[in-house]
Structure formats: structure tokens, C-alpha cells
């Protein structure tokens, strides 16, 4: 009896029962807390005409752009995209469809997903081309446009640690769009850098509850930077820090 | 003459106050972080999810785990906190960021900004900057004034799809500062050794000159 054990022992169990058409949240972004191994996975199934929804598309050969040279996605919900060729060259000739969304409404649609809040309200895009074909409403004198809340058949997740129940911990910036992606998936799956037993984690620091988990793997990752930016290290004596 | 990139975020960091929590968008605004002056404390929040950033990190801190939105490695300054994506944007789209400091292709009389697509070119997408915009009360843009063939930026009404509706009152050119109020542009400094006229006459848009008009402290 598996009780509330959520650990799977390999990326194919882990993304079984993904097909054709169905619609996958990532957290991520840039390359930043992005689940790149279920990605891998994602492009080793094959499965075809997905719409993706990401904060980014990655690049040529990490990340969702690793799913783009043979043609596996169909649709892409983001706030920015174009960090690689292949992407370009897609959505240039309309071979993939790109919905441009607001970062803010972007989080919030998977939040309000995950939270069974069908739509809400935001100023954000008002008078833009975002808000073409959107409800409006006055509220205290301003304007705000209606933006319906997102569920994925599948949400794919990127955090630091996890316990057996799928309890999640995340690190730094790579947490991002994780937990809100967590909450918004009929199936979620998460990768974690630890897998550690029931208990070791303190509940006060827990960052996604267990509840919202169904599968959980333990891998191993490049973590790759996309800006590389330093100071010297002589600067940073010299400031005593 | 024009101000450089640096000499325009050295001018937007005057405007700084103790206690500020800001965001800066990618160029020039994040230039600004090199000119906060010494005697304040203010905290630099990261739309993806970073409130007090600190300076990049030396060669050994580098960590993948922590980047800023322009998805440069950076540091976190005494005092920070992470979270998710939708905490951040609750804090912008919530008012709770003091000032905002972004770039754009053009600004309008009625403080329309466009800054994220030029229909025909490779669009990339808004990123956050609608929501900064609709969020804070606070914005500065950063620009230049005008094209490098003398075509104004600062408009009657702006061309390219919009950001933002009626949302920016402070521009900060190459040239001057200007301030947008009641449907036009007010001129209140300029840069130094640029004259009134060369304004007047690279501003397409409406502009107000009262009185003397100052040069830029820098």
C-alpha cells in the first residue's frame, strides 16, 4: 500500500499517461528552477500538439526549446519568448501559436487555477492588445479586464527538496512559477534535487504542501545559466562583505 | 550634450528616496543600482520572485538557483526575501512597490507608454511590464528622446501597441526631464548645454515651458 507515498522510480512512470493535445504547466524561469529532466522526458515520449504554458520558452537546446524541433507544441501561453531560433522561425511562420500574456496575470492564472477561481479581475493590459476580446469592468473609477484562470492535464515542477508525500521545499529564485504551477495540474509532477523520509521536513518551512503532488522523482540536473554575470572579487573585499 | 545611459541612471537614482522599494527594468533602469546614494537605503525588488537584490556575484558565489529577472546571476542583499511568482506581482500589481523605473519605444501626451512589440519584428512578449505599469503610481521612463534620424519618441499619440494606458506622469530623455500632466508634457529640467529649442523641436507631442528652465544636476 502506497498510502501517501508519491515517489516514482522512473521519468517514464513519471510522465506516464501524458498523450497527444493535452495541455502541460511548467514552472520555471529562463532556464532558471526549470524542470529539465521532465522535459527530456517530454521529448523522448514524442507526444505531439501540446499547448504549453510557461513563463518562457527556453532555448535551442534546453528547456521547452528542446521540444520545438519536431513540432510537439502547438500552443504556447508566455510572457516572453524568443530566446531562441527554432522558436522564431515557428511562430514567424505560423506553425505555432504564441499567446502573449502579462508575467503578473500569467501567475495568477495558475494560482487562481489551482485555487477553483474560474476568472479575475486586473488593471494589468487595460487599452493594450492584451484586451482585445476581454470582458470590462469598472471598479472604483478604474478600469479592469476579466482574465479566466488556467488548469493543466499535467503540471511539470522544478523544487529543491521533497519528502516521500511530496511535500516541497524550493530554493532561491528557481522557485518562480513552481508553486503556482504545483497547485494548477490535474497530474503534478515534480523533480527534486532530494527526496528525504516523512518528518525531516519542518512543516513551518514547507513551500507546497503534499496535497497538491502526485508523483514525485529524484534527478539529476545541468542547472544551466543563461547570463552569467560577476564582479571582480577584489571589489567585494574591498566592500567587506 | 545628450546624457549618456550612465548619466540618465545617475539622474533617475536623485530621485530615490530612504526606505523606497523599486523595481528596474532591463538597460538603463538597471543601471540605476550603481548610483544609489550612500546616506539612503532603499530595497531593489526582482519580479521573479526577489526582494532585495545585491550586486553580482564574484566568480566563487556564482549559483544558478538565484538570478534576477533580466536572468543575470546575482546576489541577495542583507535583508532579502524569496518567493513565488504570483507574491511578486501581488506587490506590483498591489501598489506596494514605490517606484518603477522601465524603458520605451514611445510615450504619449496622455501617458500611454508602448515598450514591448513592434508589429513586423520579432515580437518577444511584455514580461512583466504591464503589470508594472498598471500597478505602480510611481513610473519613470527611461529613454532617448528621439531616433538616431531625429524622430520624436515623445508623441500626440502613440503608435506602436501600448504597454499601458494613461499610466506614465515622469519621462526621463537623453535630453530632459519632463513630467506629464493634464493631456501634455511639462518641461522641467534639460540636460546640460541642451537647449530649450532642441527639445521643443524633438518633441512631437504637446510640451508646456514655464519659465526658466534648469539644467540637470549631475
Redesign the interface.
Known sequence: MAGFDKVVSSYEEAMAGLTDNMTIIAGGFGLCGIPENLIAEIKRKGTKDLTLVSNNCGVDDFGLGVLLPNRQIKKIVASYVGENAEFERQMMAGELEVELTPQGTLAEKMRAGGAGIPAFFTATGVGTPVAEGKEERTFNGRDYILEEAIVGDFAIVKAWKADRYGNLVFRKTARNFNPLAATAGKITVVEVEEIVEVGELDPDQIHTPGIYVNRVIQGTFEKRIEQRTTRPSDMHEAKGE | MALSREQIAQRVAQELKDGYYVNLGIGIPTLVANYVPQDIEVMLQ?????LGMG????????????????????T?ANGAS?????E??AM??GGHVDLTVLGAFEVDVNG?IASY?IPGK??????????LV??ADNIIVTMTHASKHGVSKLLKNCAL??????CIKKVLTDLAFIEIKEGKFHLLERAPGVSVEEIIKLTEGEIVVTGDIPEMKL
Open positions: 526582482s519580479e521573479n520572485g526577489l550586486q553580482f556575484p564574484t566568480e566563487d558565489e556564482i549559483d544558478a538557483d538565484l538570478i534576477n529577472a533580466g536572468k543575470q546571476t546575482v541577495m524569496v518567493f513565488d511568482s504570483a511578486s506581482f506590483i500589481r500611454n512589440m520579432l515580437i518577444k512578449g511584455m514580461g512583466g511590464a504591464m503589470d498598471a500597478g501597441p501600448l504597454t499601458g494606458k494613461g
